[in-house]
């Protein structure tokens, strides 16, 4: 299960491997780790690499959500909706009212 970019760049074989085949320097690949973040520039070239890592398992890394191992949430599954039925519905209210763009 990846948590957090070290668990993601620890099981995929440490620094020197995820740096070899996403096209990084070693030093990023520690930045990662020691940032706690991977790019998002990278992405593309994580996705291409790894087949098991989806956006859905990146955004979850990035949050630093448990269970972000390659399993997307189930679109049937009632724990993944927002009330109303659809995806994200609340979060994104809730951002925008932050900002003040809801009315």
């Known amino acids: 299960m990846f948590v ?4 993601f760049i620890d099981a995929k074989g440490g ?3 995820v740096a070899k085949d996403v096209g990084v320097s070693e030093g990023a690949v520690a930045l990662w780790k020691h940032r706690t973040r991977i790019p998002r520039a990278v992405w593309p070239d994580i996705m291409l690499r790894y087949e098991d890592v989806t956006l859905h398992v990146l955004l979850a890394i990035e949050r630093g959500e448990p ?4 399993v997307s949430p ?3 599954d009632p724990a993944t ?3 109303g039925g659809s995806r994200g519905a609340e979060k994104n209210e809730r951002n925008l009212s932050r900002t003040g763009a809801m009315a």
């Open 74 to 76: 189930s679109v049937d």
């Open 4 to 7: 957090t970019p070290a668990d």
């Open 81 to 83: 909706l927002a009330p």
């Open 15 to 17: 620094n020197a491997v």
């Open 67 to 70: 269970g972000s191992h390659g």
